[in-house]
């Protein structure tokens, strides 16, 4: 009797389907546009004789109302419908940065406004950003490698955009990068207005039954008591926050001073964009490797981001520094993909919205801290000094994750 042949499985949701082209589309445009407004700012400000405090102000209040409202995103999306406040979101971002270049263009700038408008942004970024984490399960079966690629098409996008900013900037005005970014949340826009989901993501847990209508406030809850009741997720949380304070944080502002006073704005460009290929190419392999324990891989792997601040403060040369940039983005971008993997296959979908909300708002959070305490400190100890501890401490965070066994022996889901 002839044996019967059965056929691969083949994923219901590939990457090459429409529904992840259009999503991956979203991710890269936002992502673009996102990377162009440092420079617009920078540029616009400046042009109107005001100095980076102004600047940093500015790019503040954008980062510091989406911490706030991520929180309240994480519920929403939860409690409605995710695509349609992703789209609304988006829509929000598309007036605000209209109506910036309106007032570059128009020549009336006044910092309050421009606050004004990032803080709206940032409102709208934090409604925004909890949807992704429950979209990504909707759209791909294959989730690390669905997570691979659109970081792949994110740093991508990251290594474009300030280039793209800084051509319109010196062809046209500050008011053309803004309305450029107003352009990408429409393409954005459009995309996931284009997309259908199923009804409900996909989780690697079993997601809890029926339940009677819930309040704000108890979802809220309800979704503290699940992050507080993952010891893997909540301590690499914990750890993270260390991280941007005491390593991560102070590296741009400070290797920024470094770079642009040693070798020149032009040099600093090239090992920025090298930081972005970094992310990149971890990526890749990460798109591929199945490791039975993803967090642990993802923490070896960040012993790579190490490397670059640790050679700007030895005062490496510059083809040292490239190479340590690309290393530190490799370890970033592999890690990435192994720690939104576990969230997204070990949380049940009712909740993942919020337990992603609380996961960025804590990392989110302690950045800006960082990037404020990294002037003072490099006022009492140097600045090379704060980059080579931020090495060392870079280590310890390494050791620590590894240390938690409830982090080392998360198994793939």
């Not at 934090?126 to 294959?142: E, K, N, Y």
């Not at 996961?359 to 600045?383: I, T």
Request: glycine share 10%; with cysteine.
């Amino acid at each position: 009797m002839p044996a019967l042949l059965v056929p691969p499985l083949v994923p219901a949701r590939p990457l090459r389907s429409r529904a992840f082209g259009l999503f991956f589309a979203a991710r890269a445009a936002s992502k673009l546009g996102e990377t162009m407004l440092p420079v617009a700012l920078s540029a616009g400000l400046l042009q109107y004789g005001m100095g980076a405090s102004e600047v940093g102000l500015a790019m503040a209040s954008t980062i510091a109302t989406t911490a706030v409202f991520i929180i309240f995103g994480g519920v929403f999306s939860d409690r409605f419908n995710t695509l349609r406040l992703m789209v609304g979101s988006d829509a929000v971002r598309i007036v605000t940065q209209a109506v910036a270049a309106l007032l570059f263009l128009t020549g009336h700038v006044v910092l309050w406004q421009i606050c004004l408008i990032g803080a709206v942004n940032g409102i709208a970024t934090g409604l925004f950003q909890p949807g992704v984490a429950s979209t990504i399960p909707r759209v791909a079966d294959d989730v690390q490698a669905a997570n691979g690629t659109i970081r792949i098409g994110e740093s991508l996008a990251m290594l474009a955009g300030p280039a793209v900013a800084g051509l319109l900037v010196a062809v046209a005005d500050p008011a053309a990068v803004f309305a450029a970014h107003a352009a990408t949340y429409a393409i954005s826009t459009l995309c996931l207005a284009l997309l259908r989901l199923p009804e409900s993501p996909g989780s690697g847990e079993a997601a809890p039954g029926p339940k009677p209508p819930t309040t704000y406030w108890s979802d809220l809850a309800e979704g503290w008591r699940e992050f507080r009741s993952r010891t893997w997720l909540w301590a690499t949380i914990v750890i993270w926050m260390f991280f941007m304070i005491t390593a991560w944080g102070p590296l741009v502002p400070l290797t920024s001073v470094e770079l642009i006073g040693g070798h020149g704005a032009q040099t600093y460009g090239l090992i920025s964009s090298a930081l972005g290929l970094g992310t990149a190419l971890g990526a890749v392999p990460a798109m591929r490797l199945r490791p039975d324990h993803p967090l642990r891989a993802g923490a070896l792997s960040l012993l790579g981001t190490a490397t670059f601040p640790a050679a700007v403060g030895a005062q490496l040369p510059v083809s040292a520094l490239l190479v340590a940039a690309v290393l530190t983005g490799a370890g970033m971008g592999f890690w990435s993909v192994m720690w939104a993997t576990s969230i997204q296959t070990r949380v049940p979908g009712p909740v993942l919205s919020r337990l992603h909300a609380y996961e960025v708002a804590g990392s989110v959070a302690m950045l800006p801290v960082g990037q404020a305490l990294a002037g003072p400190a490099a006022g009492l100890f140097g600045a090379r000094t704060v980059l080579l501890a931020g090495g060392v401490l870079t280590l310890l965070v390494v050791a620590a994750l590894v240390s938690v066994p409830a982090i080392r022996g998360l198994k793939r889901a």
